[in-house]
Each structure stands twice: as C-alpha cells, then as structure tokens.
C-alpha cells in the first residue's frame, strides 16, 4: 500500500529535471512557492550530459552548445548561481564530410539558385510550414538537398523534412552579459547542475503515476505518495503521455501517438597529436552513417581533442561503429584513450505538433498541471527554457478560485 510521505502537500511538484523542469522550478521557488523536483536517473540535465573521462575535461554527450539568446535560461542560471561558470566556446566550423576530407559547406551552395529564389521564399510565412517546404522555397530544390537537408539533420539529430520552420532558428534578444555560445566549467550538465542550487531535487526518484484531488495532484513514487497543489510534467513526451493517462486522459492520448527517435552516441578521447583533422566544430553527415560528429575544439585543452558521433539508429553495430569513428579521425582503436556509447532519445517533431501545443495550452489554461519539454515550443535548450519559464508565469499566476479541476 502507498504511504503518503509528505506532511504537508508541496505548493508545486516538477517531474523532470532536464532544462526544462529546473527553468519551471527555479522561477517558481523564486515566487516563494514551496517546490520538489522528482528526476528518474541519478544525476540532472536529461539530454545535457556530460562525460567526465578525465579530470577538466567535460565531454558532451547530448546538447553541446548554448547561446545568449537563451534568455530564460540565462535568467534562471543568474539567479541560482551566477554566470561566472559559464565558458565561452572559440569560433571553429562546420565541414561536410566526404571522402575522407572535410569540405566547406559553402561548397555545396549554389548563389545562383539562392539569388533566384530568395526573395520570394522571404516573403513566406513560416507558420505552420515544415522545414522541408520552407527552405526550399527560400534556398532552392539543389541547395536544399544537397546543403541544407543535411545540415538541419546534423543540428535535429533526426531528419528535418517535416520539422515545424516556425521552431527552427527564432529570432530572441540576446543577454549582452553573457558569451554568445557557451558552455560551462563542469560541461554543460555543469550549467543544469549550478541550476538546481537551493532547489530540492530528488534524484532516483521517479514518478510512477499521478492522481487528482480535490486539492490538487497525488504523485506516486517507489517510497511513497506525495501531494502537490500544482504539478509541472517536464518528462520526454512518450513519458507525460503514460503519466497522464489516467488524470488527464485527453491529454495523455494525442502526447502518446507523438513518435520518439533514437541516437546512438559514442564519445571517444584521443592525443592532440593522434588527430589530423583540422579545428572544427563538428562534421555533417550527409550519406555517412552519422547524423553529425561533435568535436569538443571550441573549448581547446592542451593534451586532448574529443569527438561525439551521433549514429543513425540501427544502422551499425557497436564494432562497425568503432571501425567508422578510426576511419573519420584516421588513427587506430588502440588510440581511443576512453569510449562511451550512450543512447539518446528526441521527439519526431511535425507541423502538426505546434498545433497540438496550442491544444495543450487552451486544455490546461485554467489547470494547475504545466507540461513543458521539447516536444511543446522548439528542441532547442532556449525554447525549452522559453516555454518553461512562461508556464512556471501561469502557474503562479493562478489564484485558488480558478484552479479549476475539469
Ligand atoms: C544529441 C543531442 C544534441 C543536442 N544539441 C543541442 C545543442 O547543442 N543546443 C541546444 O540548444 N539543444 C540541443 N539539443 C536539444 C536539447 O538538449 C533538448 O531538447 C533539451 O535539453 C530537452 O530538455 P527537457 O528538459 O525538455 O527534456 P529532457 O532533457 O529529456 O529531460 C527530461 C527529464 O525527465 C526525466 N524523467 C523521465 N521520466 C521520468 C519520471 N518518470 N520521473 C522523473 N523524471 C523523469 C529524465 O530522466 C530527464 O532528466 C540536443 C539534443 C540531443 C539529444
């Protein structure tokens, strides 16, 4: 039997604490609200990892880089613990990958299709257009397939043909204060870390369910149940839809049928010396196996360089995998000072979505239940942290009388 194992219900509860459920719950602890985050894995940040094979040497596993146009975030991050951990990241490119050589991407581009096609494609809303549509408009067919299709790929980690334009690049002012592309000292997950300072994060501790009261939420954990007026689900998307299956059914159901894909990372450390590649802030994939080769140069170390590939699911197995990584940095396994794989999961993100955002939104407009993830405003750290910041807004703005429970 479940024991509730709270004495008094917490003003809010967060489940998640990826950006997006530390953003929510760092604005509503700064209201005064009383706040729990429940996190399922032993350590925060979700999609930003950070492996630390070595003393000093943080290496990206998921999201690699932050900018200063993530104004909610920055704001939240200011606040918990300041922006002196913050590393600004050097300038380095982008190549396309072909035939053991990295290529410019300009290369690819064709100014003469572009000039031809740019200024109709501008006057084009993005609004409820996909990716595929909009950019091909604006760049041309040529351009699109043969530059564009495979760089949004290496940026989503998925293809891009059916991602909403309206989430793609929007325009945010930016936070003079801080550098325009950063990282932190302890990796990124340094940065979701620093972000939980005076929070009270529970970690190993999934939530298994949710139930409604009459006063506000139930939520069920291995150790006991704990009550919450106001509940934040700031999971992956596959998770909110089975959590809110039974209180919130006609959320639950249109959350669920959104498809999730897989990544399959491996991060490998190498000499300085072993690689001959040039600084680089990452390779394009295109027809390789790979959506996109992170390499951690932007924030150069004097012993080591690190390159994450993010492999296409299912195609290679895990020596294949190893044998591609030796032949894009022309060195031998036995160089590999340290290897990790790990699998990353994101939405399949469609024009339909932004509509079901919308859904969402009117349907828990008087609710005290915020969903928030990268599945409701954009992938990206900045409009996670944008859309948790305006929930966290909305939930503290309700008073008692309209926290209506239907
Ligand atoms: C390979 C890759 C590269 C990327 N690169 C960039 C980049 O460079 N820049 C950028 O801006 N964005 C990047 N992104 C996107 C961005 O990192 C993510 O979209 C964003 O971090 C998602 O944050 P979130 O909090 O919404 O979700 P998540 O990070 O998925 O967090 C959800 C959290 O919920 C937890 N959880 C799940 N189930 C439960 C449960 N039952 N109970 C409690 N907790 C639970 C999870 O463990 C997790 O911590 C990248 C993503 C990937 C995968």
Redesign the pocket.
């Known amino acids: 039997m479940n024991t509730t194992i709270s004495a008094h219900p917490y003003d809010l509860i967060v489940?998640?604490?990826?950006?997006?459920?530390?953003?929510l719950a760092s604005r509503a602890a700064q209201s005064g609200h009383s706040v729990l985050v429940?996190?399922?894995?032993n350590?925060?940040?979700?999609?930003?990892e950070s492996w630390r094979p070595f003393d000093d040497f943080p290496v990206?596993?998921?999201?690699?880089?932050?900018?200063n146009s993530?104004g909610a975030l920055l704001t939240e991050l200011e606040a918990r613990a300041g922006l002196s951990g913050l590393l600004p990241r050097e300038k380095a490119g982008y190549y396309f990958f072909e035939h053991g050589k990295t290529v410019s991407p300009l290369r690819r581009l064709s100014f003469l299709s572009l000039l031809i096609h740019l200024p109709f494609g501008l006057l084009r809303d993005k609004a409820l257009v996909s990716v595929g549509a909009y950019y091909r408009r604006l760049f041309g067919v040529g351009n699109y397939q043969r530059l564009l299709a495979p760089a949004f790929a290496a940026?989503?980690?998925q293809t891009a043909e059916d991602y909403p334009a309206a989430w793609l690049f929007r325009k945010k002012p930016r936070v003079k204060t801080a550098p325009r592309k950063y990282s932190h000292t302890g990796g990124?997950q340094g940065l979701a870390e620093a972000m939980t300072t005076d929070l009270i994060v529970r970690t190993g501790?999934?939530?298994?369910a949710i139930s409604r009261t009459d006063t506000g939420y139930t939520v069920t954990?291995a150790q006991g149940e704990l009550a919450c007026r106001k509940l934040a689900i700031?999971?992956?998307a596959d998770?909110a839809g089975?959590?809110l299956a039974d209180a919130h059914p006609d959320l639950a159901r249109p959350i669920s049928h959104i498809k999730m894909v897989d990544?399959e990372?491996l991060a490998v450390v190498v000499r300085r010396d072993a690689v001959r590649l040039p600084k680089l802030a990452g390779l394009i994939g295109d027809t390789a196996p790979f959506f996109?080769v992170?390499s951690r140069d932007p924030l150069q170390h004097a012993d080591y360089r690190a390159f994450?590939f993010?492999f296409r699911p299912d195609s290679l197995d895990a020596a294949q995998k190893r044998t591609v990584v030796a032949q894009v940095l022309a060195v031998a396994e036995d160089q590999f000072l340290a290897l990790t794989e790990k699998t990353?999961?994101?939405p399949w993100l469609m024009v339909e979505h932004v509509r079901l955002a919308a859904q969402i939104d009117q349907h828990t407009r008087n609710l005290p239940l915020a969903l928030?993830?990268?599945?409701l405003n954009g992938?990206?750290?900045?409009?996670?942290a944008e859309r948790?910041r305006r929930e966290a807004e909305r939930l503290m703005a309700l008073s008692p009388s309209n926290e209506s429970m239907d």
């Open positions: 489940i998640g604490a990826g950006v997006s459920g530390l953003t429940l996190e399922g894995e350590r925060v940040g979700g999609c930003i990206e596993l998921g999201a690699h880089t932050a900018y993530y940026v989503l980690s990124l501790t999934p939530a298994l954990t700031a999971t992956p998770v089975r959590l990544i990372t996109s992170v994450t993010h990353n999961r994101l928030v993830g990268n599945y992938l990206s750290i900045g409009d996670c948790a």
